[in-house]
């Protein structure tokens, strides 16, 4: 072991964390859980205020855990260079995909030159956003190294994908760890940080290896979640049910993982995720048909959805004109408040474009966001009889089905929700 990777392992070390969202804040409050000191660097005043006064934006980090870890001693703050003093820095920006769908890179860039500007001798950086294969190499290890210091002597740089499912009950340091280095001794000197912080770590023999296993994972998902949508359309077609048909076959003790069906994918991993791959592969020559199938087929799941809806009041002898229409859950996926990228919006935008008058329930996202997308709130427990159809479009258990089906006609259920439960209703169809 070099002396750097027992540094990591026995000595009391501080870890920085650059970006405080979704993957940041939870890190950072569980290297404080693990006895770690922490220094949690955002760019935004506004975030940095906030969870100074104690307020958590994030379901997965109660403001009990926030304020446990603030009194032990959590830094918070929007000033980079107090992160000189941190021995590791670990990078958790967001990565979204430009206008035409290429990776863009800007704060990855941004949280570099934070890098190259608070560098230390010693100091081990990781970068957990999920990115194409080779952005470590490409513009970690420059930033690290920019001021002399020497890659695997005086600075470690390693890639280490996020794999945390906001919502889930598995948290940030159950979760296995892979973690691939810049170099040799970069990745020794990772692994044995992120062992003092998450419970397993899967080391991996490059930086660009860990990336890709990122990006297979969540093409996995992608790809099993177009074939999925595909066979529900089918089944529909064959008046078969898909539901029915995926728990026969979830019954084979081998060979088969059930994935549902949805009205689209949503969220700011599954639908982008693949294009970090498709985009590099495509600067390869390479042509990703997998990918650029799923995507064909998921993105066209919203108008789908939405089509089947017009089908449902076409039964009853309603048009969608005029026609009000509750949407139920328009966060991206069950039991969180993110609506970002959230294929329930898509649908419900089909259907106001057809003249539907639209109303959403969701105790999660919450009245104001709900507003700010143009559609009526509804509150929990508020009367829905005014209502001619209700489309469960996410699934969260907070949501009284048995009370949608009771107070609105017809209702459409896009994620199997009532058959989950075990609610029989004539009044449901299933997707
Ligand atoms: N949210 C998830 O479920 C999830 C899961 C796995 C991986 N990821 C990946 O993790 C990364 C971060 O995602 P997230 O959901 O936590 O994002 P987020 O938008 O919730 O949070 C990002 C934070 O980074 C801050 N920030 C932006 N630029 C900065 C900079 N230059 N310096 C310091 N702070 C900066 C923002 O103010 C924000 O608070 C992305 O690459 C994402 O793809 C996300």
């Not at 069950?334 to 003249?355: F, H, K, M, T």
Request: aromatic share 6%; glycine share 8%; charged share 20%.
């Amino acid at each position: 072991m070099s002396d750097r990777a027992r540094f990591f392992t026995e000595e009391s070390w501080t870890g920085g964390v650059i970006g405080l969202g979704y993957v940041g804040l939870p890190l950072a409050v569980t290297m404080m859980a693990r006895g770690l000191e922490v220094i949690a660097f955002d760019v935004s005043p506004a975030r940095v205020a906030e969870l100074n006064a104690g307020r958590s934006p994030i379901e997965d980090v109660s403001d009990d855990e926030l304020a446990e870890a603030l009194s032990n001693g959590m830094i918070v703050t929007a000033d980079p260079d107090r992160l000189r003093a941190a021995d590791a820095i670990f990078i958790c920006v967001p990565s979204p995909l430009g206008r035409n769908r290429e990776p863009d890179l800007s704060y990855i860039r941004a949280a570099a030159e934070t890098v190259a500007r608070v560098v230390q001798p010693g100091m081990l950086v990781s970068l957990e956003s999920t990115t194409y294969p080779g952005t470590t190499e490409d513009i970690l290890v420059p930033a690290a190294t920019a001021s002399g210091l020497v890659l695997d002597e005086d600075v470690y740089v390693a890639f280490s994908p996020e794999r945390v499912n906001p919502g889930a009950d598995m948290k940030t340091g159950q979760i296995p760890k892979v973690v691939g280095g810049a170099g040799e001794v970069s990745a020794r000197v990772a692994s044995a940080a992120y062992a003092r912080v998450v419970d397993s770590v899967y080391p991996v023999s490059s930086a660009k290896t860990a990336e890709m296993a990122k990006l297979l994972e969540n093409t996995y998902r992608a790809v099993n979640i177009g074939l999925i949508n595909e066979m529900a359309q089918l089944a529909h077609e064959l008046d078969i049910d898909i539901w029915e048909v995926i728990d026969a076959a979830s019954s084979k003790p081998f060979g088969f993982h059930p994935f549902y069906p949805g009205p689209g994918v949503g969220g700011h991993c599954i639908p982008l995720d693949p294009q970090f791959l498709a985009w590099r592969a495509r600067e390869a020559n390479f042509a990703t048909r997998f990918i650029d199938l799923a995507e064909q087929v998921n993105t066209k799941m919203p108008s789908y959805a939405a089509g089947r809806v017009a089908d449902l009041l076409n039964t009853h002898g309603l048009p969608v004109f005029g026609t009000a229409i509750l949407g139920v859950g328009i966060a991206y996926k069950p039991n969180v408040g993110d609506d970002r990228e959230s294929a329930s919006i898509e649908v419900l935008r089909v259907l106001e474009q057809r003249g539907a008058v639209i109303s959403v329930l969701d105790p999660l996202v919450g009245e104001a966001r709900i507003a700010a997308h143009g559609f009526a709130p509804v509150a929990q427990g508020a009367a829905l009889d005014d209502f001619s159809v209700a489309v469960i479009l996410t699934d969260h258990d907070v949501l009284d089905l048995e009370a949608i089906a009771e107070a609105v006609p017809v209702v459409l259920d896009t994620r199997g929700a009532y058959r989950r439960a075990g609610i029989a209703r004539d009044n449901v169809v299933s997707l």
